[in-house]
């Protein structure tokens, strides 16, 4: 593992195991300018420029060894560091966070299935939320993205500029792009 992973697994580590009330912005510069960005990025975008009321995560579970796979760590720890990332930097505001939905990496079926229910059972309309498709692995992306393919739903992606290579600028901002194919369903 090398040794900016090894950096970022400590502060999450830390994150997750701290105090709540004891928690700075410092805690979480090391989670800037890695993939964990895009989410807290987004977080706060919906929050001081737009309206957020309600989170929900889907993040996957560790991954067992087996003879013909080494495992992985799974994404579905990233729920509460989201939560915790939000409560430090906003803590005079009120969002629901509802509990990780744990969806295993890979399975795009499940996770259409799961964004399907969270847009049916939220008690808000399906215009009002928005599925982030940033994160993850692209199959699990494109699994997000067609459980937004019903007339009112919309996702979006974390945008950011690019250097020549397509890799994120350090310095450069991250606003959402919303899409919503509704007009290209229905004609």
């Known amino acids: 593992m090398d040794l900016r992973k090894q950096v970022v697994q400590a502060a999450a580590n830390w994150i997750l195991r701290a105090d709540p009330g004891k928690l700075s ?5 090391p989670l800037l300018n890695t993939n ?7 977080l706060e975008w919906h929050l001081t420029k737009g309206r957020l009321e309600h989170c ?5 579970p560790d991954e067992p060894a087996s003879d013909d796979h080494p495992g992985a760590v799974g994404s579905a720890w990233l729920g509460e560091l989201l939560k915790r990332w ?3 930097l906003y803590p005079a505001t009120a969002v629901t966070f509802h509990a990780t ?6 399975n795009y079926g499940q996770l259409w299935d799961t964004v399907d229910r969270i847009f049916r059972g939220a008690s808000l309309k399906p215009e009002h939320v928005i599925c982030d498709i940033t994160g993850g692995l692209k199959l699990m992306s494109i699994g997000a993205a067609l459980a937004c393919l019903e007339a009112g739903r919309t996702m979006q992606y974390m945008d950011s500029a690019r250097d020549w290579k397509g890799d ?6 991250m606003e959402p792009v919303l899409i919503d194919i509704t007009p290209y369903l229905v004609s």
């Not at 964990?36 to 987004?42: F, N, Q």
């Not at 939905?101 to 890979?106: D, H, K, N, T, Y």
């Not at 994120?168 to 901002?173: C, D």
């Open 168 to 173: 994120p600028v350090q310095k450069g901002q």
């Open 86 to 88: 939000y409560e430090c």
């Open 101 to 106: 939905l744990e969806v295993p990496a890979r």
């Open 36 to 42: 964990l960005e895009p989410g807290l990025r987004a």
């Open 56 to 60: 929900w995560t889907v993040g996957s």
């Open 25 to 29: 912005s410092a805690d979480f510069a």
